[in-house]
T-cell receptor, first 114, second 114 residues
Framework: QQQVKQSPQSLIVQKGGISIINCAYE??????FPWYQQFPGKGPALLIA?????SEKKEGRFTISFNKSAKQFSLHIMDSQPGDSATYFC?????????????FGTGTRLTVIP | DSGVTQTPKHLITATGQRVTLRCSPR?????VYWYQQSLDQGLQFLIH???????AKGNILERFSAQQFPDLHSELNLSSLELGDSALYFC?????????????FGPGTRLLVL
């Protein structure tokens, strides 16, 4: 069963627009929520991460919004650029969920049109 | 570049064969995680080693095994290969910062079983 559910599967955004990717989880033991960016032929690269003690974290054009009560978190990419075109994975881990291994969402393929 | 290296980059083999994938973690990282990425299953955790000891197992088949050596590099052994084992295999090494573990992924090994 998928521990982390991610949507949409694919997303097309105009340059300069806002890209929003959503994730939801069930396991309340999760306490770390990273987002990874993956380009074709490359490994996932950590983009930004959040812990449940804050509701938002911003790093440059990337923002994570976290809603603990709803068990949902989302990635917002402001002023999206063609170079942001990649697959984005949300993930979660927690001390009681099996060491610190990550449970990944199914990924969102983002295409930013110039 | 994450600092995690994996060899080989590509591997083509036949059903029933055995292969070994190699991972060198970032300097100083004691943990190595192995993940499998396939089109139908997404990114799935296989196994975690810390300083030479197995720490956790995920969805790893009995035909697969791994080990971490004293120099901290790790090998993932896949035997009696089946067509369905064709996938990208990633390793990640991790560092603990501010009480939280961050995983850095290697570039992956693309395995094709014919």
């Amino acid at each position: 069963q998928q521990q982390v559910k991610q949507s949409p599967q694919s997303l097309i955004v105009q340059k300069g627009g806002i890209s929003i990717i959503n994730c939801a989880y069930e396991n309340t033991a999760f306490d770390y929520f990273p987002w990874y960016q993956q380009f074709p032929g490359k490994g996932p690269a950590l983009l930004i991460a959040i812990r449940p003690d804050v509701s938002e974290k911003k790093e440059g054009r990337f923002t994570i919004s976290f809603n603990k009560s709803a068990k949902q978190f989302s990635l917002h990419i402001m002023d999206s650029q063609p170079g942001d075109s990649a697959t984005y994975f949300c993930a979660a881990s927690g001390r009681n969920s099996g060491a610190n291994n990550l449970f990944f969402g199914t990924g969102t393929r983002l295409t930013v049109i110039p | 570049d994450s600092g995690v290296t994996q060899t080989p980059k590509h591997l083509i083999t036949a059903t029933g064969q055995r292969v070994t994938l190699r991972c060198s973690p970032r300097s100083g990282d004691l943990s190595v995680y192995w993940y499998q990425q396939s089109l139908d299953q997404g990114l799935q955790f296989l196994i975690h080693y810390y300083n030479g000891e197995e720490r956790a197992k995920g969805n790893i088949l009995e035909r697969f095994s791994a080990q971490q050596f004293p120099d901290l590099h790790s090998e993932l052994n896949l035997s009696s290969l089946e067509l369905g084992d064709s996938a990208l295999y990633f390793c990640a090494s991790s560092v603990v910062t501010a009480g939280r573990e961050t995983q850095y992924f290697g570039p992956g090994t693309r395995l094709l079983v014919l």
